[in-house]
C-alpha cells in the first residue's frame, strides 16, 4: 500500500481467509458481496478497481457486475494475472506458486497460517476452476512483469510464451520485475505505471 500513499485505497478480503468465515457458496455469491461492499462504502464516488495474481478474477468479475448495475469504476487493473484453463492446470511453474510463502516463511507458517484458512483458499481455487473472463465494457490495464519465474524458463525453454494476456481490449505496460518481485523489489514503479494509466482516465481516483 505504501507506493499508493496521498491516494484513498480500499483493501478487499475474501470472507473466511484470515477470520475463519463462512466461504461464499459460489462465484457468484462470492461476486456479489464485494460489488455491494464498493457500493455501500464508496457510493457515487469515481473508484478503479485492482487485482493482483489470482485477484484478477475477482477484480474483473466486480467490475463486471458492477458496469452492469449503472455504477461502473473509471478502471479495472490487472496486475500479472493468469487465465488459468483447464489445459494450463498441470504446469510445474504454475503449481509451484503456493509454495513459495511457506518456504520462505519456514516453521512461522504453521502458526501464522491455520487449517481453516487453508481450507477456505482450497475452496476459492476450486471456485475459480473453469472461470472465464466476459467483456466489462471498462478501459482495463494489463501491467505484466517482464522477468519469467525461474520455473516458466525451464518449462517452456526461455521462449516468450510466459507472458500474460487478458481479454481484448485492454492496455498494456510492462514493468520490471518476476510475478513476485513486481510487487516487492520494484513495487513502487509498478505503483507508479498503475497510477500514470489511471491518470490519463477522466473522473479516476485511484
Known amino acids: 500500500m505504501a507506493p499508493f500513499l496521498g491516494r484513498n485505497v480500499l483493501e478487499i478480503q475474501h470472507p473466511g481467509v484470515n477470520r475463519g468465515e463462512a466461504v461464499p457458496r459460489d462465484w457468484e455469491t462470492l461476486v456479489d458481496l464485494h460489488a455491494a461492499t464498493v457500493q455501500e462504502l464508496l457510493g457515487d464516488r469515481p473508484y478503479a478497481i485492482l487485482g493482483y495474481s489470482m485477484g484478477g478474477y475477482p477484480a474483473h468479475s466486480v467490475a463486471a457486475r458492477l458496469a452492469r448495475t ?3 469504476p473509471t ?3 490487472i496486475v500479472d494475472t493468469y487465465h488459468v ?5 498441470a504446469e510445474p511453474w504454475l503449481l509451484a506458486l503456493p509454495a513459495r510463502l ?3 516463511m519456514g516453521e512461522q507458517f504453521d502458526t501464522a497460517v491455520d487449517d481453516m484458512s487453508m481450507a477456505a ?3 476459492y481455487t476450486r471456485m475459480t476452476r473453469g472461470w472465464s473472463p466476459q467483456p466489462t465494457g471498462v478501459p ?3 501491467v505484466r512483469a517482464t522477468e519469467p519465474m525461474p520455473l516458466h524458463s525451464d518449462s517452456n525453454g526461455g ?3 510466459w507472458r500474460t494476456s487478458w481479454l481484448d481490449p485492454y492496455d498494456v505496460v510492462d514493468v520490471p520485475g518476476n510475478h513476485w518481485s513486481m510487487n516487492e523489489d520494484h513495487a513502487r514503479t509498478t505503483a507508479e505505471a498503475v497510477r500514470a494509466w ?3 482516465l477522466d473522473g479516476a481516483d485511484g
Open 159 to 161: 521462449g516468450a510464451d
Open 121 to 123: 483458499l482450497g475452496a
Open 75 to 77: 478502471g479495472l487493473v
Open 85 to 89: 484453463t483447464p489445459d494450463r492446470e
Open 140 to 142: 482495463t490495464l494489463l
Open 70 to 72: 449503472g455504477t461502473p
Open 102 to 104: 511457506p518456504l520462505e
Open 198 to 200: 489511471l491518470g490519463t
